[in-house]
Structure formats: C-alpha cells, structure tokens
C-alpha cells in the first residue's frame, strides 16, 4: 500500500519512554527520509512539519509476534490490509505472521508471497515466520534454512504442537545449524483433545470440558529439556500457566536459551471472564485462574517473560455465534493491545517501562530485529499516544473484519493518537 509522503516531521514535547535506552523525560524528535535524525530538548524544526505532542507519550512502535490473518486461503476472516489497518490503529508497526494458513508458510515461495503482500497492502511492517514442519502436520521438516534465506526470522508450528518428540528433536537440531530461533505453543495434543476452557471447579459449574493447566507444563517441560540437550534458542508461545513459567525461569537460571511471550488477555483477563457461556472468551490457550494471572505479570516485573502479544486469531460471527464447546477459539487483539496492556499500568501491576518492554525492545530483541528502540538512524517506526483517555471498547467498531474481542463492552483508558512507519503517518492526523 501507498504510504503518505515522506515529509520531515518534529514532535516536540512528548514523555518519550524507550525501555531499550531506559529514557524517560520529555524530549523532541525529529524525522527526515523515514529515519530518526535526533533526538533532544528544544529541536530545531529545520522546515519540519510540527507536532505538539504535549501531554503524549511517544514511544517505539510496539511489535506483534505471530499474528494470525486470513490470508491466503480464509480471507474473510482478516487480510493483510485489514490486520494493518487495525495494527496501525493500536499502535503496532510491525507484525510477525504466523505460518497458520492454507496453504501453510512452509517454503521460500510462501514466505516471498506474504512479503509482497505485505508490500503492496499493509501499512505497517509485515515480517513472515515459516512452518517447523510441512504442511503444520508434526510429521516431517520444513525447508528452514531455505524460508530463512528468504526471510522468514521464526519457526513455528502455529498453534499445533509438534507431537512427535523425534520431530521436535530434529527441528531443533536443524535450527541450531541455521541459527533459527523455533517457537512453540505448549499444548499436550492428548490432554488438551477436548477441552474448551480452563479446568477446574468453574467449568465443572458450567458443565464444560477442561483444559488442565497440566498439559501445558509437561510441553514447556519436554521443549526446554529438548533445547537444553540441542543448544538451539527456543521461544515458548502464549504461556499461559504459573506452573509453566516456572518451568521457563528455572531453565533461565541455568543458562538455557529460553524465552516466552504472553498473551495480553492472558494478562487482563481469568478464567470467569467466561461468565455466561461468552464465546468472544473462548481463547486458545484458555483464560486461566487469577492465580496464574497474577504469576504472569510477576514474570513480566522479573524479566522471565520476553514478549507480550495480542494473540491476534480472527473469526468470523458464524463461528462465534454457536454454543460455547461448538464455537472456535480465538480473540482478535491487535487495535487493543497496547489498551489492554496499559490498563496493567493504571491498575499498579506493572509499570509503563515494564509494558513498553515487552511490546518493543523485548521481542525486537528476540527477533534480533534492528527496530524497537528511539535513536538516531533507527527506523522511525513510533507510536504516540495518550495513556489515560478513557474509552469503551465497541467490537463493531474495531477495524478487523472479524469482530471477536473479549474486550467488548469494557471500559478502556488509554489509546494511539498517531502511529508513524518509516517516519510515514500511517493512523491518526
């Protein structure tokens, strides 16, 4: 898609928070030729179009791991345009596609097509992962250091885990050599077969089959035992338990190559949220205990979680309009993510250093990606928005074409004002 000129622009006077640097303080930048020419107090304009950022908070834009979209093959659901529009809307200006899709990302040919499309249709930067295995089936390798070569900067299997253990053995293997860094979604296929929310005493009220939180330590326990063994860099996706992260903080501790990323309504929301049969709630990984909520924001204070994510999985009404177990799991995320997480910030749980972190520098940092932070030469990829206008989330509003939020309803405060891409203006005027 066609961005607007590159005009040189100076935004003056904004809280500028970049967790990379650790500054804090009101500060002015000023942009030319897409890029972040300085950075200071009381900045020359030099002929640049002024913003007054008083009153602002002008950050790096925040970056997504593995967003699901429609496209190719489930248009309807999200395009690469649609997801854009929403990202730039949230203050998102780089997205990391899961190779979810039909056909799967499982080669340099898919990995190529979903970079042109990014190009041409989305507004933000559209970054593809590729598939661990051929088709996402858990049965035999994908090309990765081939898809690598053609762009691809993760591997996963989309939210199907590798079963196999000889599989995720090898994949892991093959990535070391290629110096890939591997995701994995922590789900035991056999315990996780029926269920449709958290287990435990609330489902049993509802009548509705568990997830145990169980399922989910066993994977992360045979993944890092896996990566241990193989030296090879590993992110586990979307934890979602206590048991689980600590799991992730023992092997740090010892000097295992482990990351993990949550997701914000894994941070904002329990397990009660499902309330009366709230399909928009049904989520994957399921919304678990205020127990296990509570330990995913420690985490995120100690540093043993390294990314929040808006767990972006569009669906269309005629697969959320169903009973509950009938329904698909998934929650679009992307136009309030940084919504979602700075209600952290207004609750006391967290700080803005530590939300900002885990939606910039932390997975650009993961990624090994030259963006996430605010100094001269950077990208101007930026975010500036004011963190405490209120608002209420109104699903028909939001731009996806999918409508899911478990948001919807909720009273908000805190939204982006402007995002800006490559120094370009992509939301808000």
């Known amino acids: 898609m066609t961005k607007a000129p590159n005009e040189p622009i100076l935004i003056a006077g904004a809280r500028l928070v970049d967790p990379a640097s650790e500054h804090d303080a009101i500060a002015d930048v000023l942009v030319k030729n897409g890029r972040i020419e300085s950075v200071g107090s009381n900045l020359a304009s030099d002929g640049a179009r002024k913003i007054d950022a008083s009153g602002l908070v002008l950050a790096p834009g925040l970056v997504d791991i593995l967003v699901k979209t429609g496209e190719p093959g489930a248009e309807q659901r999200e395009t690469l ?21 039909d056909p799967a990302i499982d080669d340099p040919a898919m990995v190529d097509f979903i970079k042109r499309r990014g190009r041409e249709h989305a507004v933000v930067h559209i970054v593809p992962a590729g598939g661990l295995t051929k088709g996402l089936s858990g049965e035999h390798l994908a090309e990765i250091g ?33 110096k890939a860094l591997v995701s994995a979604r922590p789900i035991e296929p ?25 399922a989910e330590r066993i994977m992360v326990e045979r993944d ?8 090879t860099k590993l992110l586990i996706d979307q934890l979602s338990t206590r048991a689980a992260l600590d799991v992730v903080r023992r092997a740090k501790a010892r000097g295992v190559c482990v990351h993990c990323s949550v997701s914000v309504h894994h941070l904002t929301l329990n397990e009660l949220d499902v309330g009366d049969y709230r399909t928009f709630a049904r989520l994957t990984p399921p919304l678990r205990t205020e127990d296990d909520r509570k330990a995913l ?40 993510l940084l919504a979602g997480a700075l209600s952290l910030v207004h609750n006391e749980e967290l700080g803005l250093h530590d939300v900002l972190r885990v939606l910039t520098c932390g997975p650009a940092q993961l990624l090994g990606l030259p963006i996430g932070e605010i100094k001269p030469g950077n990208s101007a990829d930026l975010v500036l928005f004011d963190k405490d206008v209120p608002w209420v989330c109104d699903a028909a509003k ?14 908000m405060q805190g939204r982006a004002v402007m995002t800006f891409v490559d120094g370009c203006c992509v939301f808000g005027d």
């Open 81 to 101: 345009r649609s997801a854009g529009e929403a990202a730039a809307a949230g203050g998102v200006t780089t997205l990391i596609i899961s190779p979810q899709s």
């Open 146 to 178: 081939l898809m690598r070569d053609a762009g691809a900067v993760l591997f996963s299997n989309g939210d199907k885990a590798v079963g196999n253990t000889a599989v995720m053995r090898n994949a892991l293997l093959y990535a070391k050599g290629m």
């Open 190 to 214: 056999y315990l996780d077969a029926n269920g449709v929310m958290n287990a435990g005493d609330f489902a049993a009220r509802l009548g509705l089959s568990g997830l145990p939180a169980v």
């Open 224 to 231: 890092v035992a896996l990566a241990e063994a193989c030296g």
């Open 297 to 336: 924001i420690a985490g995120i204070k100690d540093g043993s979680i390294d990314a929040m994510v808006s767990g972006h999985d569009p669906r269309p009404a005629e697969e959320k309009r169903l009973p509950f177990a009938q329904s698909s799991p998934g929650a679009v995320g992307l136009e309030t």
């Open 398 to 411: 939001i731009r996806s074409k999918s409508k899911n939020t478990p948001f919807d309803g909720r009273r």
